[in-house]
């Protein structure tokens, strides 16, 4: 079976696909602000001609140099193409920093690989008694492992652990806007706006939180993003440092594979909690957050791991372990291939399909690595010239989600929150975590409710469900219990902390006073319209709200005196070489929506490139004219040429 | 400028001015024929659903069968559970280049909701149906009861997406149980969730559903079907009636999977002659057949524009009627 898998999978048609697939995967993936879930959904409508095998490597080689490729600009620049390559910046954009780009991308190829490849092993070995496991997983053991996560989250903004609980509050008070989480027929917070009742994408809040915050940051340090002159590292040596270090990899694949083979859990929470544990337990632990190879190893390998892991749930139950595989699934329905229990029973074709996915990771890694040299020049580009063709992908990838351009101004306005938060070092990290684990809590919450006939005990009979409530209790009070039993106090690294960056321009604790203050309303705001919901509806926004307004006015209470002592201190601000004012690039953002909305996408592009460099201090026409007027043409022959629903001319011309 | 120069600039100048001319006339005259530019064709829910398979099957099938084979681009519009892509549907502009795919049950669920506004169903354009298939009443093996006698009275816990609620109570109301319904997010996971023994019953359509029943290693039981008549592909599985619930013919109705393709309220007439008569071919090639089949569709009994009408409109005063039902619920 597995020779004629391969011997399959090896035919020239199928290596064309799975090379093609790889290169228009690589493209996407690089593109900051569109990710493997938009590669895929894209390429799906072109695979229905093929044969159902060639469309799978097809599809899957997508999917993984999607993932991949997300990584080369979450490490250059800071901006990640979707969530799941979010902590793959918080080590990876220092080494870049340092020069060390090169490698960094070296590391994400051979960790991608590595991650990968485990993954496929588990995928071909044990995928039958590991579906049997993931079947008895349900929804109140799903309820303890959202618990579990968010007291991870936490726990690892120590330090900051007041700003990370409210931020989490934040994140789970935006998960609450969408459907109500019993029956889903009605909706709650939607304040009468139609995108707002089935609740805001991810990708929305992900790219304003993180790659606009980014990019007000370039577009205000202008220059170039790295000031070292020439990279003096090989991508090659990626490999000696993901390999040196064995244990970081088995830990971070355990997670990954973990994560991906429970259904439902999703790719950004392993890479996540990948590098979450491994900053717990490394032995680089202080280096974490300026550049630790073993940061961006752990996050690499834990994506690679649960990519193809989540395959396992997709192929053998059925159920889509991410966005990404519920899209796979469907290309694998609409060519007569039944994903569920009886998939390993279609003869050669499974094993074909594995041979690919093998094939699939291969190749990535050897393109990985021989491309990583070219892209990493990308971080000597002027900032004033890449900070605008970012937010022009970014206006790209938030639209195509829904096609709508109230998502476009939402994700500017997550843009301000995400830029905020920088500025008075909240971890955006835990509101991410928050707006992820929002659903998965609630929603699994009532559903256990239900399925144990309204009482509580079924949290604490199933067997499961108790060890997992346990260890998170455990976890929690860890930090506590452990300086009585060890009698040391052991400085535990705070993840977030580090992720200060960007000069403070202004006195941060005036700003962080009046955001306080806001956030203060905001959470007084939920827990008066909480009250109009019915008693289900309304429960998690209330406790939520009481959690947050207690944090806040400790936080508060906290902040008071630490401002008379500033005062004292009287410290002079930082002068900072200011290219373009944070306030100046949001009302260029702001600008660009409105053109959007009235001129079109490639209308309004062509003038926001321009000016936005020009502002920036990028004034070579010679370059410019063409660079922004072809990106217009690029745009329209996109939505002609691909079917995306793109508004060619907005108003201007009805369709 | 020569002589010569000035004839050949003079030439070119006047063929170049025929050519602009023609192509002038060509235009018009094509734009009297419908259909002359890409057919938008909106999915309400996102790529990879049921909605979406049947529709990408179908759309080069439509492009064969209309007079000028135009491109149909199919858009995904997902938002607000099919809110979003049934009132682009019901608003969009009545000329042929806007038609979509939706399911009955969901117009008339989001019309009881009060989700449609002043939006009548009634006014739309039935072109087709894609797909029929009953639901079939599955039973977990790790379940307290044994069969439907067991359940009357008793609180019986129902699997299900949250666009069948309205199904379970009217199975819970003919069976004389009471319905605790625990949401899941697709049918695969409800499926799981069943044979975990974590909810009692669910219900799906038959043809994309089966599998799962068989897979199971005995852990789904099927108990009953609703249809008026045993089903040829599983003649061993008794009817509702046989197993004593009295589902009336307008629920039997609600009782199944089945989408239709639809078309701005307003369309005029000629327009709609070409959509319906290609529409109409189109479903009844046997290679679409086959590829539905291949994906799990089936496709009879195949319904003329009128019986689609009337389908969808019975499945919408079924709604109605039992409105008082959802209230509750919600």
């Known amino acids: 079976m597995w020779l004629e898998g391969f011997l399959i999978a090896l035919k020239p048609i199928n290596l064309l696909y799975l090379l093609l697939g790889n290169f228009?995967?690589?493209?996407?993936?690089?593109?900051?602000?569109?990710?493997?879930?938009?590669?895929?959904?894209?390429?799906?409508?072109?695979?229905?001609?093929?044969?159902?095998?060639?469309?799978?490597?097809?599809?899957?080689?997508?999917?993984?140099?999607?993932?991949?490729?997300?990584?080369?600009?979450?490490?250059?620049?800071?901006?990640?193409g979707s969530s799941i390559s979010v902590p793959s910046c918080w080590d990876g954009f220092p080494l870049t920093q340092k020069g060390k780009g090169g490698m960094a991308l070296g590391i994400a190829a051979v960790g991608s690989f590595a991650?990968?490849?485990?993954?496929?092993?588990?995928?071909?070995?044990?995928?039958?008694?590991?579906?049997?496991?993931?079947?008895?997983?349900?929804?109140?053991?799903?309820?303890?492992?959202?618990?579990?996560?968010?007291?991870?989250?936490?726990?690892?903004?120590?330090?900051?652990?007041?700003?990370?609980?409210?931020?989490?509050?934040?994140?789970?008070?935006?998960?609450?806007?969408?459907?109500?989480?019993?029956?889903?027929?009605?909706?709650?917070?939607?304040?009468?706006?139609?995108?707002?009742?089935?609740?805001?994408?991810?990708?929305?809040?992900?790219?304003?939180l993180f790659a606009m915050a980014q990019v007000t940051n370039m577009m205000e340090q202008g220059e170039t993003l790295v000031q070292v002159k020439e990279a003096k590292d090989s991508a090659l040596s990626g490999f000696w440092e993901v390999l040196r270090r064995p244990l970081t990899l088995a830990r971070s694949a355990v997670v990954g594979?973990?994560?991906?083979?429970?259904?439902?859990?999703?790719?950004?929470?392993?890479?996540?909690?990948?590098?979450?544990?491994?900053?717990?337990?490394?032995?680089?632990?202080?280096?974490?957050?300026?550049g630790a190879p073993a940061g961006l190893v752990a996050a690499e390998v834990s994506k690679g791991a649960c990519?193809?892991?989540?395959?396992?749930?997709?192929?053998?139950?059925?159920?889509?372990?991410?966005?990404?595989?519920?899209?796979?699934?469907?290309?694998?329905?609409?060519?007569?291939?039944?994903?569920?229990?009886?998939?390993?029973?279609?003869?050669?074709?499974?094993?074909?399909?594995?041979?690919?996915?093998?094939?699939?990771?291969?190749?990535?890694?050897?393109?990985?690595?021989?491309?990583?040299?070219?892209?990493?020049?990308?971080?000597?580009?002027?900032?004033?010239?890449?900070?605008?063709?970012?937010?022009?992908?970014?206006?790209?990838?938030?639209?195509?989600?829904?096609?709508?351009?109230?998502?476009?101004?939402?994700?500017?306005?997550?843009?301000?929150?995400?830029?905020?938060?920088?500025?008075?070092?909240?971890?955006?990290?835990?509101?991410?975590?928050?707006?992820?684990?929002?659903?998965?809590?609630?929603?699994?919450?009532?559903?256990?409710?239900?399925?144990?006939?309204?009482?509580?005990?079924?949290?604490?009979?199933?067997?499961?469900?108790?060890?997992?409530?346990?260890?998170?209790?455990?976890?929690?009070?860890?930090?506590?219990?452990?300086?009585?039993?060890?009698?040391?106090?052991?400085?535990?690294?705070?993840?977030?902390?580090?992720?200060?960056?960007?000069?403070?321009?202004?006195?941060?604790?005036?700003?962080?006073?009046?955001?306080?203050?806001?956030?203060?309303i905001f959470f007084g705001l939920l827990q008066w319209g909480s009250w109009q919901y019915r008693r289900e509806t309304g429960m998690f926004p209330k406790v939520i709200s009481i959690i947050g307004l207690g944090v806040g006015i400790y936080h508060l209470l906290i902040l008071i005196p630490r401002i008379v002592l500033r005062r004292k201190q009287k410290v002079p601000p930082i002068p900072v070489n200011l290219c373009v004012p944070p306030w100046l690039s949001f009302s260029l953002f702001g600008l660009y929506v409105l053109f959007f909305y009235f001129i079109g996408l490639p209308a309004s592009t062509v003038l926001f490139l321009l000016g936005a460099s020009w502002i920036g201090g990028y004034r070579r026409l010679k370059v410019l004219l063409p660079l922004t007027v072809g990106t217009g043409i690029c745009l329209y022959l996109l939505a002609r040429g691909l079917g995306i629903p793109l508004p060619t001319w907005g108003l201007l011309i009805p369709r | 400028m020569s002589a010569l120069q000035k004839m050949v600039w003079k030439r070119l100048m006047i063929l170049l001015f025929a050519a602009a001319s023609f192509?002038?006339?060509?235009?018009?005259?094509?734009?009297?024929?419908?259909?002359?530019?890409?057919?938008?064709?909106?999915?309400?829910?996102?790529?990879?659903?049921?909605?979406?398979?049947?529709?990408?099957?179908?759309?080069?099938?439509?492009?064969?069968?209309?007079?000028?084979?135009?491109?149909?681009?199919?858009?995904?519009?997902?938002?607000?559970?099919?809110?979003?892509?049934?009132?682009?549907?019901?608003?969009?502009?009545?000329?042929?280049?806007?038609?979509?795919?939706?399911?009955?049950?969901?117009?008339?669920?989001?019309?009881?909701?009060?989700?449609?506004?002043?939006?009548?169903?009634?006014?739309?354009i039935y072109l087709c149906r894609t797909g029929h298939a009953p639901y079939m009443l599955v039973l977990s093996s790790r379940s307290r009861f044994k069969n439907i006698q067991e359940m009357r009275g008793q609180k019986v816990k129902f699997g299900g997406t949250t666009s069948v609620v309205f199904q379970g109570a009217l199975i819970a109301k003919e069976i004389g149980c009471e319905m605790v319904f625990v949401t899941y997010d697709g049918f695969p996971e409800t499926a799981m969730a069943t044979m975990r023994g974590d909810v009692d019953v669910f219900f799906f359509n038959w043809d994309s559903g089966i599998k799962h029943v068989n897979a199971s290693e005995g852990k789904l039981q099927m108990i009953t079907i609703a249809s008026q008549n045993r089903l040829p592909e599983l003649p061993n599985l008794p009817t509702a009636k046989e197993v004593g619930m009295a589902i009336g013919p307008e629920e039997m109705e609600v009782m199944a999977a089945g989408n239709i393709v639809l078309a701005p309220p307003g369309l005029p007439v000629d327009v709609r002659n070409t959509l319906e008569k290609a529409v109409q071919t189109a479903i009844r090639d046997p290679e679409l057949e086959n590829r539905m089949k291949q994906a799990n569709y089936t496709m009879k009994p195949i319904l003329t524009p009128k019986e689609t009408r009337d389908a969808a409109l019975g499945v919408h005063a079924t709604y109605v009627k039992n409105k008082s039902m959802l209230e509750k619920i919600k």
């Not at chain 1, 229905?48 to 899957?60: E, K, N, R, T």
């Not at chain 1, 027929?185 to 809040?205: A, K």
């Open chain 1, 307 to 520: 990519v193809v892991g989540d395959l396992i749930p997709t192929f053998t139950l059925g159920i889509p372990g991410s966005i990404t595989a519920a899209i796979l699934m469907g290309a694998l329905i609409i060519h007569g291939i039944d994903p569920g229990p009886r998939f390993m029973t279609n003869g050669s074709m499974p094993y074909a399909v594995f041979a690919g996915i093998l094939l699939t990771q291969a190749c990535l890694l050897v393109t990985g690595i021989s491309v990583a040299k070219y892209f990493a020049k990308i971080v000597f580009v002027p900032n004033a010239l890449l900070a605008p063709l970012i937010v022009t992908l970014c206006f790209l990838g938030s639209y195509a989600e829904r096609n709508t351009v109230f998502d476009v101004g939402l994700m500017v306005t997550f843009g301000l929150v995400g830029w905020l938060s920088q500025r008075t070092q909240y971890p955006v990290v835990s509101m991410l975590l928050g707006i992820l684990l929002g659903p998965l809590v609630e929603v699994n919450f009532y559903r256990s409710l239900r399925v144990g006939l309204g009482s509580y005990t079924i949290f604490v009979t199933r067997p499961i469900t108790l060890v997992l409530l346990l260890m998170t209790v455990a976890f929690m009070s860890w930090p506590f219990v452990s300086p009585y039993l060890r009698r040391k106090k052991e400085a535990e690294t705070p993840v977030f902390e580090k992720q200060r960056e960007g000069d403070p321009s202004t006195n941060p604790l005036g700003i962080e006073l009046a955001l306080l203050f806001l956030v203060l």
């Open chain 1, 115 to 208: 991650g990968g490849f485990v993954g496929w092993l588990l995928l071909v070995a044990i995928a039958k008694p590991i579906t049997r496991f993931a079947i008895e997983i349900g929804a109140p053991e799903y309820f303890a492992l959202g618990v579990m996560a968010l007291g991870l989250v936490s726990l690892a903004s120590k330090g900051e652990t007041l700003k990370g609980i409210l931020w989490a509050c934040i994140g789970l008070s935006i998960s609450f806007v969408g459907g109500d989480p019993v029956t889903g027929l009605t909706s709650r917070f939607s304040f009468g706006v139609v995108w707002l009742e089935g609740g805001i994408p991810i990708v929305v809040s992900m790219l304003g």
């Open chain 1, 24 to 80: 228009i995967g690589l493209i996407i993936g690089v593109l900051p602000a569109v990710g493997p879930a938009f590669g895929v959904a894209i390429m799906l409508p072109f695979t229905f001609g093929m044969d159902p095998v060639s469309a799978l490597i097809f599809l899957c080689a997508i999917h993984a140099t999607c993932a991949y490729g997300d990584s080369i600009t979450s490490i250059l620049m800071k901006t990640p």
């Open chain 2, 23 to 124: 192509v002038g006339m060509a235009g018009l005259s094509e734009a009297a024929i419908y259909p002359d530019h890409d057919i938008t064709f909106i999915v309400p829910f996102k790529p990879g659903g049921g909605l979406d398979t049947q529709a990408r099957i179908l759309a080069p099938f439509l492009k064969k069968y209309l007079p000028q084979p135009v491109n149909i681009v199919v858009e995904n519009h997902t938002a607000a559970g099919g809110k979003v892509g049934a009132l682009k549907v019901f608003d969009a502009k009545p000329d042929g280049y806007t038609i979509g795919i939706l399911s009955p049950n969901s117009v008339a669920l989001l019309s009881v909701m009060g989700d449609l506004g002043k939006r009548n169903p009634a006014d739309l």
């Open chain 1, 257 to 290: 594979l973990f994560i991906g083979v429970l259904p439902a859990l999703g790719t950004t929470l392993a890479s996540v909690t990948g590098y979450l544990v491994e900053q717990k337990y490394s032995r680089e632990k202080a280096e974490f957050g300026q």
